[in-house]
């Protein structure tokens, strides 16, 4: 079956076509357009490039295209993107407005484009179903929750893969093929041996999952995406009150504020120089206090989260670095998991800086009973996968 996975940012799009069976997925191609301002035409230039290099003689051969949505008010899981999702995403379009508006406009131009294949979503928040409620409401009044106020979480398919990947990579069959077949089989109970994980995806915007025997047990990010961790422009959490009385002091309005708080804060507004922490490091390198000041904040909140979800899960097997971030800084990496020998966790430096980019490793002493690993990002993977299974559940209910 041809998977293509369909990655829409505010201004950009990448894709990512998979050749996909039961047994394994074949990456055919990828790519990516930047500064985007309609779909459509990258959509169009994506299908030639496919046509030419031969793996598509039209946009039809696609078996379906699956988009990695945001949050949708009253819907998660992996879905037929119709008109159902659509609305999911209009009905929470101010909560996550660098995504769900793009995630529409996309889907919209994918069934304009090639009205014959298939669009299904699988939803960000998806790994977080089986959340207790204990954490996953805020304490807040019922009118409120009853509007749809709570955590949902987000990376889903990033932390599903660390899941998965984890798994494997510790040597627990079980638990790795709990955490794959999850969307379909939900978690079931559970009687093999227990695996707890604390997943850190730390990139353009970051999270820290605990996830126990495959399946998440809380997240980082709450409501939006722009809780939890300092993000590269958002903020990360915020007392609610600092709102109002910004907007009293600086005489500034409630949406102006929302809008410093999600592109002039984050690693940003703390470091003064700009969202990446390349730039942010190099300053740190040459004495600038507010850079060193971002990093150490970044590292703060994660080492919060992590011993959080420690605490929850009562220990951790491993802990794990994906994306941009994680995947790359060494530094961010050694200072997280500094000073924990008594808990099991030690990083051997040299491991932790020889790590090759795009490459798993682990950087833990091979006496650390706690592993730290370094595991890629491959979210396209899991939404590959899931699509792959969605198309065949689908035939199998259409036929019967
Ligand atoms: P997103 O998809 O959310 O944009 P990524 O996972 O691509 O995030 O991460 C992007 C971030 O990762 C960049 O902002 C930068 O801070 C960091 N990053 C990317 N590559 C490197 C690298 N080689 N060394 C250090 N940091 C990196």
């Known amino acids: 079956m041809k998977v293509l996975v369909a990655n829409l940012g505010s201004t950009s799009f990448k894709y990512r076509l998979f050749e996909i069976d039961d047994t394994q997925a074949i990456l055919l191609a990828s790519g990516g357009f930047e500064r985007v301002t309609e779909y459509t035409p990258c959509i169009e230039s994506m299908l030639q490039t496919l046509m030419d290099e031969g793996h598509l003689d039209t946009g039809e051969d696609l078996d379906a295209v699956g988009f990695k949505t945001v949050l949708g008010k009253d819907l998660s899981g992996c879905v037929e993107a119709d008109d159902r999702v659509l609305e999911a995403l209009d009905g929470f379009k101010e909560v996550a407005p660098a995504h769900n508006p793009a995630y529409a406009e996309g889907i919209r131009c994918f069934r304009e484009k090639l009205p014959s294949v298939k669009r299904v979503a699988l939803f960000e928040t998806a790994f977080y179903q089986w959340v207790e409620p204990a954490a996953r409401e805020y304490a807040i009044p019922k009118s409120w929750r009853d509007i749809g106020i709570r955590r949902y979480g987000f990376h889903g398919a990033s932390h599903k893969f660390v899941a998965e990947r984890s798994a494997e990579l510790l040597g627990s069959e079980d638990v790795a093929r709990r955490a794959k077949g ?3 089989d939900g978690p079931g109970e559970y009687s093999g041996s227990p695996l707890r994980v604390i997943s850190c ?14 399946v998440a047990i809380g997240t980082s990010m709450g409501f939006s995406p722009q809780s939890g961790l300092p993000q590269n422009n958002r903020v990360g959490d915020l007392d609610s009150m600092a709102i109002p009385y910004v907007s009293k002091m600086l005489g500034i309005t409630i949406e102006e504020a929302e809008n410093q708080l999600n592109k002039q804060s984050g690693l940003l507004g703390l470091s003064g120089i700009g969202n990446d922490i390349r730039d942010i490091s190099k300053a740190a390198s040459q004495g600038n206090a507010e850079a060193q000041l971002a990093i150490d904040a970044l590292i703060d909140s994660i080492r919060h989260w992590a011993g959080s979800f420690y605490f929850k899960m009562g220990g951790a097997d491993a802990i794990v670095f994906t994306a941009g971030i994680g995947e790359n800084n060494t530094e961010v ?7 924990l020998e ?6 051997e430096a040299e491991k932790n800086e020889s790590t090759r980019l795009g490459a798993e490793a682990i950087i833990s002493a091979d006496d650390s009973t706690m592993k730290a ?5 491959n979210e396209e993977l899991v939404i590959a996968r899931e699509v792959f299974r969605f198309m065949n559940t689908q035939l199998i209910s259409t036929s019967n």
């Open 182 to 184: 999850l969307y379909v």
């Open 201 to 214: 995806h730390l990139g353009g915007s970051s999270s820290v999952t605990g996830i126990k025997n495959g």
């Open 333 to 339: 990496r050694s200072k997280v998991c500094s000073g």
């Open 342 to 347: 008594e808990f099991g966790l030690k990083i």
């Open 373 to 377: 690993i370094v595991i890629p990002a």
